[in-house]
């Protein structure tokens, strides 16, 4: 099983360097810390008084990796989740913060857990969890991957300016249903076809 480190490195090494993409809410970006987390946790690395574009360059990845642990694994309560969703679960709370714990939430409530779809690890939900995975040992994690997909594909249908994050400028899969599908077995990954039908309505 993976350490904590070892699954933070890999979200970093996932999410990349330095962008500022006019169309990602997140703003500017470094190793996945956005700016607003910087500014919320008070990250000002140059002293100057504001947390500015400046510090999200200067942010480090050994910085960001120590970010990604404390909060947005350890505070979140993601360790206490059965340990087949923790790398996935991880991964998307660092790419789209709580709402990473509500897509578990509605897929908990989907199999029968009467759950609060609030975003928060309570002792519900992660009881929850748990006898999920007991129930279904060999395809939770699957099926949350899954839903994570379809939680990136819901997005790009309503918001154009998203689509290029799920589908590149060729047509294939984007950076988001592959960061997804890392998560999912081979088996139900889509096919060419598959996405492709998905996607036909986007323009």
Do not use: C
Not at 29 to 51: E, S
Not at 88 to 107: E, H, P, T, W
Not at 134 to 152: E, K, Q, V
Not at 164 to 169: E, G, S
């Amino acid at each position: 099983m993976q350490t904590v480190r070892e699954i933070a490195t890999e979200i970093v090494a996932r999410e990349g360097g330095f962008v500022n993409d006019p169309d990602d809410p997140g703003g500017a970006t470094n190793y996945g810390v956005t700016i607003h987390t910087m500014r919320a946790l008070g990250i000002d690395l140059d002293r100057d008084g504001a947390v500015t574009i400046s510090d999200v360059r200067a942010l480090t990845r050994e910085h960001a990796i120590e970010i990604f642990e404390k909060h947005y694994f350890e505070k979140p309560l993601i360790a206490l989740l059965p340990p087949v969703l923790q790398a996935s679960v991880f991964d998307m709370y660092v790419n789209a913060g709580a709402n990473a714990v509500k897509i578990l939430q509605r897929l908990l409530r989907d199999m029968g857990h009467e759950i609060a779809v609030d975003g928060i690890l309570g002792p519900k939900s992660i009881a929850a969890a748990q006898a999920a995975y007991l129930d279904a040992p060999n395809h939770l994690a699957d099926a949350y991957g899954i839903a994570r997909r379809n939680y990136y594909f819901r997005i790009a249908d309503r918001r154009v300016a998203s689509r290029k994050y799920a589908r590149t400028r060729a047509g294939g899969k984007g950076g988001w249903i592959k960061r997804a599908e890392e998560f999912i077995s081979r088996q139900y990954h889509m096919t060419e076809q598959q996405f492709k039908q998905r996607v036909a309505g986007w323009v």
